[in-house]
């Protein structure tokens, strides 16, 4: 008889924790929004992370939820303050706390958040919180420095492919290979195996954003959950968009071109023409190589390391793999 998954478990041991944990009270336009945006769910992949790297070498992962719910909740105030700067009007179908609030709620909430995660990260192993505290702050860091990076793109005539996924690299990445080493940390883990936890996670990540940037346009609509397509509507510079400006020659060029040039245009006819156009110059399977080659890299960094939990070893496999094959 095989034993049963553990991620279930964890995750309703994670749920609770954040609808126990009391983030504050008054003033509530401050808190409210903090409850609010937690509230709306998500899959929960980074503490998840945490939790599950802890375990491939203790057994009571609920010792750590304090730190791993740290993850979610500065991974959460990120996205408040990203909404603000996308003007995104819905997070996860819902309003986002700047439209049902409003910015500045949403800039100082967001602020208490960032509080709130140090706080939860004090509930660490005294005997770990210095390298753990240090580590959570390069990562912060990182975070902070790939979305400026993100956002100078927006406004430069060529971004090219290195560049693009070094930023990918700090605005999303990271925070996977900073979960995955916090939980292995806490656990009592060896250096080596932090590392190689650190860069799986990293490597992985990486996979994870260049399959998004796919998903957004070749996606089952019904599947997808959101416009297909929007990237191309937007013009952003995804690593689809980077290949097929440097690719692009002639005719197909000037097309190219013309499309990300007009300001006025019918969304379904320029997805359909970019689309038809990554397509001839075979961007989606330039795309799924390069994510490919990070999955792969990461998978052989995971093999590497020293676990002592089977049980958990299979399920962060599974939680992995099942991002890779994910068609949302």
């Not at 100078?152 to 900073?178: C, P, Q, W």
């Not at 590392?195 to 990293?202: A, D, I, Q, R, S």
Request: some cysteine.
């Amino acid at each position: 008889m095989t034993k049963k998954s553990p991620t279930h478990e964890l995750l309703s041991n994670l749920e609770n924790f954040l609808a126990e944990e009391n983030f504050g009270d008054s003033p509530k336009e401050l808190y409210q929004p903090i409850r609010y945006i937690l509230s709306l769910g998500g899959k929960r992949i980074r503490p998840l992370l945490a939790l599950l790297s802890y375990g491939l070498y203790q057994d009571d992962p609920e010792k750590i939820l304090g730190p791993a719910a740290a993850i979610e909740v500065f991974h959460n105030f990120t996205l408040m303050h990203d909404d603000i700067m996308d003007e995104a009007p819905l997070r996860r179908g819902k309003a986002t706390v700047h439209e049902k609030w409003n910015s500045n709620v949403a800039i100082l909430s967001g602020d208490v958040m960032l509080i709130r995660a140090y706080d939860l990260l004090l509930k660490s192993d005294h005997q770990y919180l210095p390298e753990v505290i240090q580590r959570f702050n390069k990562t912060a860091a990182e975070v902070c420095e790939g979305q400026q990076l993100d956002m100078n793109f927006e406004t430069r005539d060529e971004v090219h492919e290195e560049e693009y996924l070094s930023m990918i690299r700090l605005k999303t990445a990271v925070l996977l290979g900073h979960a995955l080493e916090l939980g292995a940390l806490l656990a009592g883990a060896s250096k080596s195996d932090l590392e190689n936890l650190y860069e799986f996670g990293v490597n992985i990540g990486i996979g994870f954003q260049l399959k998004d940037d796919l998903l957004d346009i070749f996606a089952d609509q019904a599947k997808f959950g959101k416009q297909v397509g929007g990237d191309i509507i937007s013009n952003k510079k995804t690593f689809l968009l980077i290949k097929a400006l440097e690719i692009a020659k002639g005719e197909d060029l000037k097309e190219l071109m013309y499309w990300l040039s007009i300001k006025e245009f019918d969304k379904t006819e320029k997805v359909d023409a970019v689309k038809a156009l990554y397509e001839k110059l075979g961007i989606r399977q330039l795309t799924e190589e390069k994510m490919d080659h990070y999955f792969s890299k990461g998978f052989d960094l995971f093999e590497s390391i020293n676990y002592q939990n089977p049980v958990f070893h299979e399920t962060l496999l599974e939680l992995t793999q099942g991002l890779i094959h994910r068609e949302k």
